[in-house]
């Protein structure tokens, strides 16, 4: 079993910063992709960026040039720092991960959430 464990998120005023991070731990072989996707209220759940194992980003246009995705390979874990953050940014971020477990099966998972409130 594999679990990813968030933290980071809170309250913040609009053109603040957040940076929330997403460790990863359990039968892991490798970690290929990460990404972070976010639910704000009342709607689906969206997607915010993605990276590879190798350090490819690609981000949604909502956030290009505010967020920036990174990862620590040796630690399985994957940041997502947030700058000049707006009100539409509110919403529950999720991590996501997709790793190869140590079985050789390919599996993906999904953090708890993490709470992400931007005040105007």
């Known amino acids: 079993q594999v679990q990813l464990v968030e933290s980071g998120g809170g309250l913040v005023q609009a053109g603040g910063s957040l940076r929330l991070s997403c460790a990863a731990s359990?039968?892991?072989?490798?970690?290929?992709?990460m990404a972070w996707y976010r639910q704000p209220p009342g709607k689906q759940r969206e997607f915010v960026a993605t990276i590879t194992s190798g350090g490819s980003t690609n981000y949604a246009d909502s956030v290009k040039g505010r967020f920036t995705i990174s990862r620590d390979n040796t630690k399985n874990t994957v940041y997502l720092q947030m700058n000049n953050l707006k009100p539409e940014d509110t919403a529950v971020y999720y991590c996501?991960?997709?790793?190869?477990?140590?079985?050789?099966?390919?599996?993906?998972?999904w953090g708890q959430g993490t709470q992400v409130t931007v005040s105007s």
């Open positions: 359990g039968s892991i072989f490798s970690v290929n992709i």
């Open positions: 996501y991960a997709q790793i190869t477990s140590r079985n050789f099966r390919l599996e993906n998972y």
